[in-house]
């Protein structure tokens, strides 16, 4: 590198076209950045996979996965049983998605009393159980705590469960559902 002194004898000045440019330090290239993002952001996400694991359950993992695989068995008894019978439901869901009313069709005499199950499609802990009783009309109501909109199976079956019939709700969708057997 070529340096000239000024004519008063001062300081040394560069001529940049006769030599390289002064550097800087590393970090203050984006280079290095750049390509340590890429690792960087493969940590974090690491960590807070990580995290979620540990803090959230596994809804979908059963631990008597062999017992429910046998209760199948037990659970296509009670549907043949409601097709037997003819029984099939008809449910109106209140608009704030806390109250039900259903009228059953086919109803074996002396049947004792119906329950209806509320299954999330993903997570077993929102399940909910709702006891129904008869109303002077025919109709069996029941109440329960309003629910998180999705998709809901609705299972109704009589308390000394010999039958069952299915059916899908989705608490913003207004109307009747139909309860039969699945075919």
Not at 24 to 40: K, N, Q
Not at 125 to 130: E, F, I, L, N
Request: hydrophobic share 45%; proline share 7%.
């Amino acid at each position: 590198m070529t340096g000239r002194r000024d004519k008063q004898g001062g300081e040394e000045m560069h001529d940049t076209t006769l030599g390289p440019a002064p550097r800087t330090p590393w970090y203050r290239e984006p280079w290095p950045w750049i390509l340590m993002a890429g690792p960087v952001a493969a940590v974090l996400g690491g960590a807070v996979t990580a995290w979620l694991a540990v803090t959230h359950q596994d809804g979908l993992v059963a631990d008597d996965y062999y017992k429910r695989g046998l209760a199948i068995n037990r659970t296509l008894e009670r549907e043949r049983a409601a097709s037997a019978l003819g029984v099939k439901a008809s449910a109106v869901f209140s608009p704030a998605g806390d109250a039900v009313r259903v009228y059953v069709d086919g109803l074996p005499p002396g049947a004792a009393g119906l329950s209806l199950k509320l299954a999330h499609a993903t997570v077993a802990g929102h399940d909910r159980v709702v006891p129904l009783e008869r109303n002077a009309g025919g109709w069996f109501d029941g109440r329960f705590q309003a629910v998180e909109p999705g998709k809901w199976k609705v299972l109704l079956e009589d308390s000394a469960g010999r039958w069952r019939v299915t059916g899908l709700w989705l608490p913003a969708a207004e109307g009747t559902i139909e309860l039969g057997v699945e075919p």
